[in-house]
């Protein structure tokens, strides 16, 4: 398997512009996961899905933020306006649940820079 | 929400040398994750230890739940070993993962 895929790796953006972050999960896990990663928080949980539907979005900082998982396959982080305080590294992870355990494997991220 | 604590922040080795990270959790978990985060950004999957022992080649880690503790151990430290460790915990079954502040590791040739 290919792991975690994320794209764009890099993105560059003005304040206000809207921002879509994808993720390609591991095929056959059945949890994905948005985590943030900043010098000054570390790495904080953003919202969780399972089977493609939240769970928690309790981490999402506001409601310029939004995720989407549409299928199995495929979700979206989306920040619409964008501001230089959400630059940042954004990671997506998924597990598959056994019933015993659910190791959480991570994509490369996307660094997100607002100017 | 948990808490976890990871020690030393900082740590310069000598290559060849062996070290010993520390992880303490405030509370009971259902699952421990050791991650080694590359130059590159990248978060590499190291342990699933919730609980016992477990090695991989130069890395071993130990998890004492009762305790509330991971150690995760490097011998014959390399350069490439360079990096930060974090330590994760997650309360519930297959719910957030709780990162630690990382241990930022350097291994000097």
């Known amino acids: 398997d290919a792991g975690v895929i994320q794209s764009p790796r890099h993105e560059v953006t003005e304040m206000g512009q809207e921002v879509t972050l994808r993720c390609k999960p591991i095929s056959g896990h059945d949890y994905l996961f948005w985590y943030r990663q900043t010098m000054m928080r570390g790495l904080e949980l953003l919202i969780y899905?399972?089977?493609?539907?939240?769970?928690?979005d309790s981490g999402m900082p506001e409601d310029r933020f939004s995720a989407k998982m549409p299928n199995a396959s495929f979700s979206t982080l989306k920040i619409q306006p964008s501001e230089p305080r959400d630059s940042a590294v954004y990671f997506c992870a998924s597990s598959l649940w056994t019933g015993l355990f659910g190791e959480q494997f991570f994509g490369p991220g996307t660094r997100l820079t607002v100017l | 929400g948990i808490q976890v604590e990871q020690s030393p922040p900082d740590l310069i080795l000598q290559e060849g040398a062996n070290s010993t990270l520390r992880c303490n959790f405030s509370?009971?978990?259902?699952?421990l994750q050791w991650f080694h985060q590359n130059p590159w950004g990248q978060l590499i999957n190291l342990f699933y230890?919730?609980?016992g022992t477990k090695q991989n080649g130069r890395l071993s880690a130990t998890t004492v739940a009762t305790e509330r503790y991971s150690l995760l151990y490097i011998s014959s430290s390399q350069t490439t070993d360079s990096g930060v460790y974090f330590c994760?915990?997650?309360?519930?079954?297959?719910?957030?993962?709780?990162f630690g502040k990382g241990i930022t590791l350097s291994v000097r040739p």
């Open positions: 994760a915990v997650e309360k519930e079954a297959n719910s957030k993962l709780t």
């Open positions: 230890i919730p609980s």
């Open positions: 509370d009971s978990v259902n699952n």
């Open positions: 899905f399972n089977n493609n539907v939240p769970i928690d």
